[in-house]
């Protein structure tokens, strides 16, 4: 999350990690690229898991970095399945939710509370193996768009993948929230668009995986 989004869109962040509509095909389509097991977080996202290992394979558990995390369902989910993960949310309460959640499934995830286009004030060095986004890219104003894209270049193992769930431009209020390929392709340097799989919703959404080359 970034500073400056209203409580309700955070609000909002939470519900899809939780128990909302991206829930269920969130964790799907994570299990398609890292590896994981059933674990009953398929139905009706088990398209998108095999979308998610076409052409590129699962992904050995490593270090990953959840951008918007909500109250920690996904975080939860990978560090479940062998993962190092760190998990940021602006929402404080978001959080506390999250670790109280973490601490009851009995998993280790380093939880921490601030905006996700100033990672350099976080504690949260790379480099990362993996980074997921949960339609918090989609949200964020324009003009912050690149810092974001930066930061996790900048922590980015090579070859490290970035799967992002996002609204399209026109499904959302406000027109110049949402995300398109071509805006990823620019604003990501250094990275490849390397797969986009329509969502399931009944408005436009999409699955982007991005690779970042090996330096």
């Known amino acids: 999350m970034i500073e400056g989004h209203s409580e309700g869109h955070s609000d909002g962040h939470g519900a899809r990690d939780g128990e909302g509509n991206g829930a269920g095909s969130g964790r799907a389509h994570l299990s398609g690229n890292v590896g994981a097991g059933n674990g009953g977080a398929h139905g009706a996202g088990d398209s998108e898991t095999r979308n998610g290992r076409a052409g590129n394979g699962a992904l050995p558990p490593g270090r990953a970095l959840e951008l918007g995390c909500g109250t ?13 993960v760190v998990a940021v949310d602006l929402i404080d309460r978001a959080i506390e939710e999250a670790r109280k959640r973490a ?8 939880l921490l509370q601030g905006d996700v286009t100033r990672l350099d004030e976080l504690d949260a060095p ?13 949200g964020i ?3 912050r768009r690149d810092a974001y894209a930066a930061g996790l270049t900048r922590r980015a193992a090579p070859g490290a993948r970035l799967l992002m769930f996002g609204y399209g431009p026109d499904t959302l209020d406000d027109a110049l929230s949402g995300v398109t390929a071509d805006e ?13 799989t329509p969502g399931t919703n009944p408005f436009p959404t ?10």
């Open 141 to 143: 104003p324009p003009h």
């Open 206 to 215: 999409f699955w982007f995986t991005l690779q970042a080359r090996n330096v």
């Open 103 to 110: 601490d009851a499934a009995g998993v280790a995830v380093r």
């Open 184 to 196: 990823l392709r620019a604003r990501f340097k250094g990275w490849e668009l390397v797969d986009v």
């Open 72 to 84: 920690g369902t996904n975080a939860i989910y990978l560090a479940r399945h062998g993962w190092e």
């Open 126 to 138: 790379g480099p990362f193996d993996l980074f997921f986004d949960l339609s918090c890219f989609c």
